[in-house]
């Protein structure tokens, strides 16, 4: 069955980086584009980022446009999201997301920016 597991989850403090990877199983990876979502206590899921099956064309949320990069290498069968001059307000727990007949989101894993 499909899974989706994220990881690089962290601590960071303002203005740091972190990778998050996205291993996907269980479909055939470099048919389905990818995305990145956030959440936040209280809040709805939202999206921060999209890339096509073959990672051609990128697209981003305007509040991270500039500082987060998302790939995917279809060979590791893995996509990726580079966030750099984190902010406090990235503070999220972080999910990949796919749809393969219907959706489906990894277990997340969480950002934490403080100083």
């Known amino acids: 069955q499909v899974q989706l597991v994220e990881s690089g989850g962290g601590l960071v403090q303002p203005g740091g980086s972190l990778r998050l990877s996205c291993a996907a199983a269980g479909f055939t990876f470099s048919a389905y584009a990818m995305n990145w979502y956030r959440q936040t206590p209280g809040k709805e899921r939202e999206w921060v980022a999209g890339?096509?099956?073959?990672?051609?064309?990128?697209n981003y949320a305007d509040s991270v446009k500039g500082r987060f990069t998302i790939s995917r290498d279809n060979a590791k069968n893995t996509v990726y999201l580079q966030m750099n001059s984190l902010k406090l307000e990235d503070t999220a727990v972080y999910y990949c997301q796919t749809a393969v007949l219907r959706t489906y989101w990894g277990q997340g894993t969480r950002v934490t920016v403080s100083s």
């Open positions: 890339i096509t099956r073959t990672g051609g064309s990128t």
